[in-house]
Nanobody, 124 residues
């Protein structure tokens, strides 16, 4: 399984960005796709996840109602639409994949495959 994240950049507070994660090399209907982020000197944390086959979504409290995770089955791509961005959203964002039944969707350790990360910087 290969994951390629893209779409990061510099944006002002209150702005929007859409991240993409192109997936290849696997049978993704059996996977949960997650987005995590890691700010400088902080641990990697869960942001959002989507169950590829049925579309169920999960969010961290800090991004609920501002971020939306979705997937496009035809393109094998997962998206993270980020609105109302705040300076505290600044981080490297990673997409990841795990088998649906293996561990909690919010735990870093549950994910088997990771993309390379894309930097999101929100200026105040």
């Amino acid at each position: 399984v290969q994951l390629q994240a893209s779409g990061g950049g510099l944006v002002q507070a209150g702005g929007s960005l859409r991240l993409s994660c192109a997936a290849s090399g696997g049978t993704f209907r059996r996977y949960l796709m997650g987005w995590f982020r890691q700010a400088p000197a902080k641990e990697r944390e869960f942001v959002a996840a989507v169950w590829w086959s049925v579309g169920n979504t999960y969010y961290a409290d800090s991004v609920r109602d501002r971020f939306t995770v979705s997937r496009d089955n035809a393109k094998n791509t997962v998206y993270l639409q980020m609105n109302s961005l705040k300076p505290e959203d600044t981080a490297v964002y990673y997409c990841a994949a795990k088998p649906v039944m293996s561990g909690s969707y919010s735990r870093v350790e549950a994910y088997d495959y990771w993309g390379q990360g894309t930097l999101v910087t929100v200026s105040s």
